[in-house]
């Protein structure tokens, strides 16, 4: 059998299956692109509990997939957020479970200075409604620190100018704690060496600061923005110790500056506002010094003039002594004599005084206590009087109402004999065997249940005749069937003892 040119055309073509074209396409896209750098805007962030993020790209024409893993988040340096325009490094691939290409992004940067500014901007309205830049969370800075702690890069010209300055001013003792002050490690290095002067021990073998200055010297935005970040303002804010931000040129303005306690314009003028200038407080003190001698030998040349003064006004002290004693022994002779005729006075009033007899006194106070019985007495027989009338008048009432309520129990029991009387001379006028008394039966079915019409009946239906002096039962010999309407029935005359009432069938 012959094949044409097409059939053998399409014969030739390999045949691939679908994982097999999936990753050579996968092969192909990683080869032509092993690391690109794309700019766009993010859209669509979603971060699932693995940790990782996935999100698009975006311009005004097309729409690329991105995804960064759970250990490179950290190392961005950038919270991915909507709306954001990046730089983003990484390498594209294919993910063969959904046909679509996408980058694996290792490395992104804000694109462009205005994007920065929006997001300091951003993160400055939202750690301020935090209160981290409260003015009164801010501490005054001590007045002379015995150690300060500098957080700066060791080898920069940074901590030369800070060092400088401090020793011409008042030479101090200065903890260093090295750090990057630029570059992804930054920020983290920066709080963590705040953090760990404040979790130094105030008496442990490193000494603990009095004041922190972080520093570092001039640079573009993107330079300075580890000290934007959000874990370094949160530190500085936290600090348990004095902070002085010292970031940049007095141009250049950082978040740590509004979470500080003093910002200054730049590391040197940090330094100053440290330590005070020890020249001026050598001659400051050489001034309150003489000032105080001055003070003192004023006040005691007026002391001793005023001593002067007073002591020309007093007179001889031998002659006061003696004055004083003269006037002691006129006092102990007058205090003798006052002594003898106070002895001698008491005792012509012991003489004049009469003492009472014992006996006398106890005669007193028994016819006190034979009145106060005879008083007790006649109060008792008072209150028995009372009593007994009290009583008897009590056992009067008791017996009226004894009376009364014998009479109401009488008057009580009539009534309810005449109600219960007439209740069942009532009763039996609605009974029906006053009805069947008077010359009427009641009919009821082999159920007992009573017959109301005819039609209930039909023809062998035993039933119950109830007349006023006895009951008999009966039995229907014809009917109508369906409860069609019947003749009536023709009176058939009884005996004549039988009575005048007409059948009630």
């Given at each position: 059998?012959?094949?044409?040119?097409?059939?053998?055309?399409?014969?030739?073509?390999?045949?691939?299956?679908?994982?097999?074209?999936?990753?050579?396409?996968?092969?192909?896209?990683?080869?032509?692109?092993?690391?690109?750098?794309?700019?766009?805007?993010?859209?669509?962030?979603?971060?699932?509990?693995?940790?990782?993020?996935?999100?698009?790209?975006?311009?005004?024409?097309?729409?690329?997939?991105?995804?960064?893993?759970?250990?490179?988040?950290?190392?961005?340096?950038?919270?991915?957020?909507?709306?954001?325009?990046?730089?983003?490094?990484?390498?594209?691939?294919?993910?063969?479970?959904?046909?679509?290409?996408?980058?694996?992004?290792?490395?992104?940067?804000?694109?462009?200075?205005?994007?920065?500014?929006?997001?300091?901007?951003?993160?400055?309205?939202?750690?301020?409604?935090?209160?981290?830049?409260?003015?009164?969370?801010?501490?005054?800075?001590?007045?002379?620190?015995?150690?300060?702690?500098?957080?700066?890069?060791?080898?920069?010209?940074?901590?030369?100018?800070?060092?400088?300055?401090?020793?011409?001013?008042?030479?101090?003792?200065?903890?260093?704690?090295?750090?990057?002050?630029?570059?992804?490690?930054?920020?983290?290095?920066?709080?963590?060496?705040?953090?760990?002067?404040?979790?130094?021990?105030?008496?442990?073998?490193?000494?603990?600061?009095?004041?922190?200055?972080?520093?570092?010297?001039?640079?573009?935005?993107?330079?300075?923005?580890?000290?934007?970040?959000?874990?370094?303002?949160?530190?500085?804010?936290?600090?348990?110790?004095?902070?002085?931000?010292?970031?940049?040129?007095?141009?250049?303005?950082?978040?740590?500056?509004?979470?500080?306690?003093?910002?200054?314009?730049?590391?040197?003028?940090?330094?100053?506002?440290?330590?005070?200038?020890?020249?001026?407080?050598?001659?400051?003190?050489?001034?309150?010094?003489?000032?105080?001698?001055?003070?003192?030998?004023?006040?005691?040349?007026?002391?001793?003039?005023e001593l002067a003064g007073l002591a020309r006004g007093l007179g001889d002290p031998?002659?006061?002594?003696?004055?004083?004693?003269?006037?002691?022994?006129?006092?102990?002779?007058?205090?003798?004599?006052?002594?003898?005729?106070?002895?001698?006075?008491?005792?012509?009033?012991?003489?004049?005084?009469?003492?009472?007899?014992?006996?006398?006194?106890?005669?007193?106070?028994?016819?006190?206590?034979?009145?106060?019985?005879?008083?007790?007495?006649?109060?008792?027989?008072?209150?028995?009087?009372?009593?007994?009338?009290?009583?008897?008048?009590?056992?009067?009432?008791?017996?009226?109402?004894?009376?009364?309520?014998?009479?109401?129990?009488?008057?009580?029991?009539?009534?309810?004999?005449?109600?219960?009387?007439?209740?069942?001379?009532?009763?039996?006028?609605?009974?029906?065997?006053?009805?069947?008394?008077?010359?009427?039966?009641?009919?009821?079915?082999?159920?007992?249940?009573?017959?109301?019409?005819?039609?209930?009946?039909?023809?062998?239906?035993?039933?119950?005749?109830?007349?006023?002096?006895?009951?008999?039962?009966?039995?229907?010999?014809?009917?109508?069937?369906?409860?069609?309407?019947?003749?009536?029935?023709?009176?058939?005359?009884?005996?004549?003892?039988?009575?005048?009432?007409?059948?009630?069938?």
């Amino acid at each position: 059998m012959e094949m044409t040119a097409s059939e053998v055309a399409v014969s030739n073509i390999p045949e691939f299956s679908v994982s097999e074209l999936s990753f050579a396409l996968k092969r192909q896209l990683e080869g032509a692109f092993p690391r690109v750098r794309v700019r766009g805007e993010i859209s669509q962030p979603v971060f699932p509990r693995s940790g990782h993020a996935y999100f698009r790209l975006k311009d005004e024409n097309a729409v690329l997939d991105g995804v960064c893993w759970k250990g490179t988040l950290p190392r961005l340096g950038i919270r991915i957020e909507e709306g954001m325009e990046v730089i983003a490094t990484g390498k594209i691939t294919t993910y063969p479970g959904s046909s679509r290409y996408q980058i694996i992004i290792d490395r992104m940067e804000l694109a462009g200075e205005g994007a920065l500014l929006k997001l300091l901007e951003d993160r400055r309205k939202k750690l301020a409604a935090e209160g981290l830049f409260a003015q009164e969370r801010k501490r005054p800075l001590p007045f002379l620190p015995e150690v300060i702690g500098v957080v700066t890069s060791p080898s920069g010209a940074v901590i030369r100018d800070i060092l400088h300055r401090l020793a011409d001013r008042f030479p101090s003792r200065v903890l260093v704690w090295p750090v990057s002050v630029q570059g992804d490690k930054a920020a983290g290095e920066v709080a963590a060496a705040i953090a760990g002067f404040n979790r130094l021990p105030v008496d442990g073998p490193v000494p603990r600061p009095g004041v922190l200055i972080v520093a570092r010297g001039g640079g573009s935005l993107e330079d300075l923005w580890a000290f934007n970040e959000e874990i370094v303002v949160r530190a500085a804010a936290a600090s348990a110790i004095p902070l002085i931000s010292a970031v940049g040129h007095e141009t250049d303005t950082t978040l740590i500056d509004f979470a500080s306690d003093r910002r200054a314009p730049t590391p040197t003028a940090a330094a100053e506002m440290a330590v005070p200038v020890r020249a001026d407080l050598l001659a400051q003190t050489l001034d309150f010094g003489k000032r105080t001698i001055a003070c003192m030998t004023r006040a005691l040349r007026e002391a001793s003039t005023e001593l002067a003064g007073l002591a020309r006004g007093l007179g001889d002290p031998l002659r006061l002594i003696e004055d004083r004693q003269q006037r002691v022994d006129v006092s102990g002779e007058r205090l003798a004599l006052a002594t003898r005729a106070l002895v001698d006075r008491r005792g012509h009033e012991l003489e004049r005084a009469r003492l009472t007899s014992p006996v006398a006194v106890i005669s007193a106070k028994a016819q006190l206590l034979v009145s106060e019985a005879r008083a007790l007495d006649g109060a008792m027989r008072r209150f028995k009087s009372e009593a007994l009338q009290k009583y008897a008048r009590a056992f009067d009432r008791l017996d009226q109402y004894g009376l009364r309520l014998q009479r109401h129990s009488s008057d009580l029991l009539q009534h309810g004999e005449r109600q219960v009387e007439q209740t069942g001379k009532l009763l039996e006028s609605y009974s029906f065997h006053s009805v069947l008394n008077r010359g009427f039966a009641l009919v009821r079915d082999q159920d007992g249940q009573p017959v109301l019409a005819a039609e209930a009946l039909r023809a062998g239906d035993t039933i119950g005749i109830e007349f006023g002096d006895g009951e008999v039962r009966a039995r229907v010999s014809d009917g109508i069937a369906g409860g069609a309407s019947r003749p009536a029935a023709q009176p058939r005359k009884r005996d004549a003892g039988g009575g005048n009432q007409g059948s009630l069938l």
